[in-house]
């Protein structure tokens, strides 16, 4: 039996992660949105060398729109210029109120050589939280007996289509408690799982990179029906590759390539913008087709996606 996954589409971005170079792996320092709410302001260049503030006209408040319309607008920017990263400029902000205000932002941008109080902050957007996983109940059991998910690996339903700040957290505490209240009274000899232990049919760890890129540039904060329909077939050819080695990294790869073109058929098939899901090619929300989920279940290896539309006080309509 296998579990179900649900809501892998939304996928909320922040948009101003401290941008260190394409090679760059694991977790980006974030530069805090309180930056911008101090005065920083979001430029395509040095403003001394005709860098402008693109935030002005993209939204009334600039840049302190919501989160996702920065997100957004940032991504266009560095699509429009062909630069991997915009810049955050808050170097009139001082170096006496940064290190009073943001010591450890101040200490972290120093720490890989930018001075945030003379120079500009590198920055893009970057995935910053998955609202959809394991789908469980509100105890936190999957369809699989005896297997529980809590965190960001399940998709409890209670963010909706887009997490609120500091909601994870509390997820996590509230649904890990719950976990342990129904475990003694749930606790038995469950029949043995069903192991993969298959040797062939993995795709090299190598292709770790390239689905990263693929999800970035088709799949991340600006999505539309080509881009995304060329993500699938990028996927599509990664997946007739064969490791040579099978080992952990082979088997990570191949685990990413499945959540990866999950997420991309969710993303294809769901043609509104919702919460964290933004569509430039349907641009309103539309719950008289939409209100629902796309859930995943892993068939012999290979992901089913199903839309189950949702009654109206579901939280998918948040
Ligand atoms: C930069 C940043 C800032 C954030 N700020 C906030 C915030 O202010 N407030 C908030 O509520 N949320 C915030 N979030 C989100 C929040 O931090 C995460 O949702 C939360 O930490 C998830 O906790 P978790 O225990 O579910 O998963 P994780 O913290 O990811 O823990 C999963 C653990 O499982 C381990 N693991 C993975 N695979 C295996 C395996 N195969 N075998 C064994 N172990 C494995 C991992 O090493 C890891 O230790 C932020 C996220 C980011 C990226």
Redesign the pocket.
Known sequence: MSASFSDLEFVQF?PT?MYLGADSTG????ISEAVRGEGAFLVDGLPEEGGTRFMQGVHELADLAPRDVVAKAIMRRMLETGKPHMWLDARHLGAKFWERRFPTILGVCRSYGIDPATQLIPVAP?????SGGVRTDLHGRSDVPGLYA?????CSGVHGAN?L????????LVFSRRIAQVLPDELRPWADPAVDTRTEGLVPGAARAEIQEVMSSRVGVLRNAPGLAEAAEMLDAIGTRSADLVDLNAW?TTNLLTVAEALTEAARGREETRGSHWRDDFPDRNDATWAGHFDTVMNDGVAEIAFVAAPATDGVHA
């Open positions: 922040h992660v977790q980006q320092p974030l970057a995935c910053h939280y998955v809590t965190g960001e690996v399940a997490r700040a500091s909601n994870s957290l509390l997820e996590g990570e």
